[in-house]
T-cell receptor, first 115, second 113 residues
Framework: AQTVTQSQPEMSVQEAETVTLSCTYD???????LFWYKQPPSRQMILVIR??????QNATENRFSVNFQKAAKSFSLKISDSQLGDTAMYFC????????????FGEGTQLTVNP | NAGVTQTPKFRVLKTGQSMTLLCAQD?????MYWYRQDPGMGLRLIHY???????AKGEVPDGYNVSRLKKQNFLLGLESAAPSQTSVYFC????????????FGSGTRLTVV
């Protein structure tokens, strides 16, 4: 079974600064997908970024980028120029190619952006 | 708007009562999922379905049952609610294919007293 671990329950950053959220995972599959989801106080689950394991290039979406280290099974999220609206719970998630394409989530990291 | 709709949004149950949570999607997605979210534990998969008429157990299925009689609906049942089932429940769906993304509902906050 796959496992996803987020070792930082809470983090804070000053507005306009950069912050990195950590995620590690464990799997025996060779093809898989990794995701970062944002959950603001509204509870809505918002996809931030996704990475296909077969792609060596790290995914980027505007101020959000990942550092994907396949051999180390590490998938960190970097948020540049942090904004107050980035305050939310962030979840790392894994999807393999078996078992109904289900997502396995990490425990979550609560990020607070301070003015 | 197209998406995943969860009913109800809030509910308080007494221990031992039963209830059904409804998830409806209008995107013709094959796959549907029920998760529960608890502080410090992320989202954990309860049950899922890979198509109409199919269901399968996830990570934490005990105390729950599901049905997918129609492709667009995925029902989660609690036969005899327990305080340990106090949680926020999320439904999600996705189409087949490697690149299909997940659509989540807005969640149901359930309290069992």
């Amino acid at each position: 079974a796959q496992t996803v671990t987020q070792s930082q329950p809470e983090m804070s950053v000053q507005e306009a600064e950069t912050v990195t959220l950590s995620c590690t995972y464990d799997t025996s599959e060779s093809n898989y997908y990794l995701f970062w989801y944002k959950q603001p106080p509204s509870r809505q689950m918002i996809l931030v970024i996704r990475q296909e394991a077969y792609k060596q290039q790290n995914a980027t979406e505007n101020r959000f980028s990942v550092n994907f280290q396949k051999a180390a099974k590490s998938f960190s999220l970097k948020i540049s120029d942090s904004q107050l609206g980035d305050t939310a719970m962030y979840f790392c998630a894994f999807r393999g190619e078996t078992s109904g394409s289900r997502l396995t989530f990490g425990e979550g990291t609560q990020l607070t952006v301070n003015p | 708007n197209a998406g995943v709709t969860q009913t109800p949004k809030f509910r308080v149950l007494k221990t031992g009562q039963s209830m059904t949570l409804l998830c409806a999607q209008d995107m013709n997605h094959e796959y549907m999922y029920w998760y529960r979210q608890d502080p410090g534990m992320g989202l954990r998969l309860i049950h899922y379905s890979v198509g109409e008429g199919t269901t399968a157990k996830g990570e934490v299925p005990d105390g729950y049952n599901v049905s997918r009689l129609k492709k667009q609906n995925f029902l989660l049942g609690l036969e005899s609610a327990a305080p340990s089932q106090t949680s926020v429940y999320f439904c999600a769906s996705r189409p087949t294919g490697a690149t299909g993304g997940y659509t989540f509902g807005s969640g149901t906050r359930l309290t069992v007293v």
